[in-house]
Nanobody, 123 residues
Framework: VQLQASGGGFVQAGDSLRLSCADP????????VGWFRQASGKEREFVAA????????QYADSIAGRFTVSRDNAKNTVYLQMNNLSPEDTAVYYCASAYGPIAATSTDRYRYWGQGTQVTVSS
């Protein structure tokens, strides 16, 4: 099952991007969705997650206050609004559909993954 992450790009420090994750096979139904990222040479890390009904949400400390996760269940799409980006945010960003309805931070709580979208932030 392929989730379709999009919206990445090359931006300057301080810029914003909005990532989207589309779910053509409706794996989001009744499930939480998470965003993770993996920088070159590093392990994949949790970024944000949103529960099936839009709350509660979870955020990594490193992005809290700058990123916002949201979802449109009618469109089977989840978004990650990223503001005030810094070079430390450079990574491939992945979305994933969870096993259950409540947002979680661990990768083993997620069943289906997208292919990732590259975000590069220059200083």
């Amino acid at each position: 099952v392929q989730l379709q992450a999009s919206g990445g790009g090359f931006v300057q420090a301080g810029d914003s991007l909005r990532l989207s994750c589309a779910d053509p096979r409706r794996t989001f139904s009744n499930n939480a969705v998470g965003w993770f990222r993996q920088a070159s040479g590093k392990e994949r890390e949790f970024v944000a997650a949103i529960s099936w009904r839009g709350g509660p949400t979870q955020y990594a400390d490193s992005i809290a206050g700058r990123f916002t996760v949201s979802r449109d269940n009618a469109k089977n799409t989840v978004y990650l609004q990223m503001n005030n980006l810094s070079p430390e945010d450079t990574a491939v960003y992945y979305c994933a559909s969870a096993y259950g309805p409540i947002a979680a931070t661990s990768t083993d709580r997620y069943r289906y993954w997208g292919q990732g979208t590259q975000v590069t932030v220059s200083s």
